[in-house]
């Protein structure tokens, strides 16, 4: 298993496609050093554009240079989202601009504690109209090659510690709709096979969702593991298919419960193939501590996760 920040993913991916693509600006809010955005700039000075501790501004910045046809990427802290929220909301998603927006230390971020926590970053823009949202990890890089074709705008989270990407999967394209406009996406993918109960997740729970299925196995319990990529637009064929296999759903994500995945993947189960369904998720205030020790009180850790669906698939 490789241990991958995804941080220097794409501060090392940006920099190939700045080559690529000229049109690519990159913008930051006073966090190079912590977003990796640093050989983009070395590269490209022209192209890169320091806005200071003025996320509001940044976003408005970057819906201006999309109107004059350049690409930006607008790079901040998850949590500081919600301070351009309105900056997002009136110049980029209700105008369809091609901005895209990076949000790092997303999910838990340790000793930082709870005013650093990005939590609800992916609820706050999955609500916008015309916005693309990606919690991704082990597809990041063609996800980040994906953005510099498609022109919706898009948020995509990253996370600030390492992961362990536990596979290299098979990519493969979709197309979809959001509000009647095309964007491309990746399409969710099979990670494990099982016949028990679906497990859905993404970003960096997809790996522990992973050695939770081989820790439910010592229950005798089969899991299937789907990774969902894109939360939206969301492609919901796979899961369908697993649920009339299985007839169990259980998503989990590093996330809060309003406006996550199992949100996101519950209201499209309830309406085409309803199942008993279980959502593990973010829960009330999280404080300072080791990642390993929030999400072991969060109730995110294997072995609590293993504890909870167990309990739950015998009721």
Known sequence: ???????????????KLGEMYPEIVVLDADLGSSTYTGEFKKRFPE???????????????AAGLAITGKKPYACTF????G?????????IAYQGLDVKIIGTHGGFVGEDGKSHHGTEDVGIIRTLPMVCVVPSVEELEEVLYLTAEDKNPTYIRLF???DEMK?????????GFINGKGAWYIKPYRIKEGRDVTLVSNGRMLSKAFNLTKELGLYGIDAELISIPYVKPLDDELVIESLKKTGKLVTIEEHRKEGGLGEAVSSVVSEKYPVKTKGLYISGI???????????????SVPRMKEEIYRWLKD
């Open 1 to 15: 298993m490789e241990k991958v920040n995804p941080r220097k993913v794409f501060g090392k991916t940006i920099a």
């Open 47 to 61: 192209r890169y554009k320091d806005c200071g501790v003025s996320e509001q501004d940044m976003m408005g910045t």
């Open 78 to 81: 998850a949590i500081f989202i």
């Open 83 to 91: 301070r351009a929220w309105e900056q997002i909301r009136q110049s």
């Open 160 to 162: 600030r510690q390492s």
């Open 167 to 175: 596979i290299k999967p098979e990519i493969k394209i979709g197309r």
């Open 286 to 300: 999280i404080g300072s501590g080791k990642c390993s020790e929030l999400y072991d009180f969060s109730g995110l």
